[in-house]
């Protein structure tokens, strides 16, 4: 739906390695980088992107939702983000309430924002 997501971190540093970490089960790697204040923009191969830099403002607290190709990208993402400093916002497991196949993990990043990997298909 997007090609891509800017948005500022208070530590270019501690945020660009989370990601990197927490991500990687995903395939994301840093396609482009700059100086921090240009920032770093992290992707899996041919999709949309996702770029952070380094800001002074208070950024507003975001929720951001990744799309895994199965539970179990779901579940390493889990243990990647928290592995990587994240803190624990609902582990793997389905969200009924969303939908039957609704299975994700959430985490909360180095700057408080809400990350979530969700996987929409039934298990394996």
């Not at 895994?68 to 592995?83: G, P, S």
């Not at 803190?87 to 959430?106: E, M, S, T, V």
């Amino acid at each position: 739906m997007f090609d891509h997501v800017k948005f500022g971190v208070r530590d270019f540093a501690a945020s660009k390695a989370f990601y990197l970490e927490a991500l990687k089960p995903l395939g994301v790697a840093v396609i482009a980088e700059g100086p921090p204040a240009y920032g770093v923009e992290l992707s899996p191969e041919g999709k949309a992107s996702l770029c952070l830099y380094q800001s002074e403002e208070k950024p507003a607290h975001l929720h951001l939702a990744f799309t895994a190709e199965n539970r179990q990208q779901v579940d390493a993402f889990y243990r990647a983000a928290l592995e990587a400093g994240g803190k624990d916002n609902g582990g793997p497991g389905l969200r009924p309430h969303y939908h039957a196949n609704y299975y994700a993990a959430f985490v909360i990043d180095p700057d408080g924002h809400n990350i979530e990997v969700v996987c929409h298909m039934p298990a394996a």
